[in-house]
């Protein structure tokens, strides 16, 4: 296993690599099936990884936020 990350800017950013390499791989899934049931399936999976990185970058904003003394 790789050596932990220093900070959480790099896990941030390992993670949204992974999760890139997912949706590419089921949009060319998405792309290339014929079956509807499938089709339907790699969809869910393309707006799972879509969600998942969409979350990642809010996560990231709301951790990198210092907090404020008078909260």
Do not use: C, K
């Amino acid at each position: 296993m790789d050596a932990p990350p220093a900070d959480l800017t790099s896990v941030f950013h390992r993670l949204n690599n992974q999760l890139g390499i997912i949706l590419a791989n089921a949009e060319l899934l998405e792309a290339r099936l014929t079956e509807e049931g499938q089709r339907a399936r790699a969809s869910q999976v393309v707006s799972g990884a879509l969600e998942a990185i969409s979350t990642i970058q809010q996560l990231h904003t709301l951790v990198g936020q210092r907090p404020s003394a008078d909260r």
